[in-house]
């Protein structure tokens, strides 16, 4: 399975961020399309950690208690991609962020329920 993630930066406290994740490969597509998918986020240290998910179909998300209100996953099937846009961004939100694809269409917070990982991208907020 082939992932490309984007759309990482630098950014001052406050500012916003937009990540997408999506895929040239055919069979990946089919993949992507079929599954719910998600965000996490690792910094160095630390386990990683569950950030939204999107069921297959875009109608449910999920997402964590800490970027609740702040934070809106998505999805275009027709493009097989998924974005999160990060709005009101913390330093505390500074990690390199992965997107996943699930094992099953309905959205998760549970990692052992992702199988495909995106290669990340690096999200940095300065105060």
């Known amino acids: 399975v082939q992932l490309q993630a984007s759309g990482g930066g630098l950014v001052q406290a406050g500012g916003s961020l937009r990540l997408s994740c999506t895929t040239a490969s055919a069979r990946t597509a089919r993949t992507i399309s079929n599954n719910a998918l998600g965000w996490f986020r690792q910094t160095p240290g630390k386990e990683r950690e569950f950030v939204a998910s999107?069921?297959?179909?875009?109608?449910?998300?999920i997402y964590a208690d800490s970027v609740k209100g702040r934070f809106t996953i998505s999805r275009d099937n027709a493009k097989n991609t998924v974005y999160l846009q990060m709005d009101s961004l913390e330093p505390e939100d500074t990690a390199v962020y992965y997107c996943?694809?699930?094992?099953?269409?309905?959205?998760?917070?549970?990692?052992?329920?992702?199988?495909?990982w995106g290669q990340g991208t690096q999200v940095t907020v300065s105060s």
């Open positions: 999107i069921n297959w179909r875009g109608q449910d998300t």
């Open positions: 996943v694809v699930a094992r099953y269409p309905v959205a998760t917070p549970r990692l052992e329920s992702y199988h495909y």
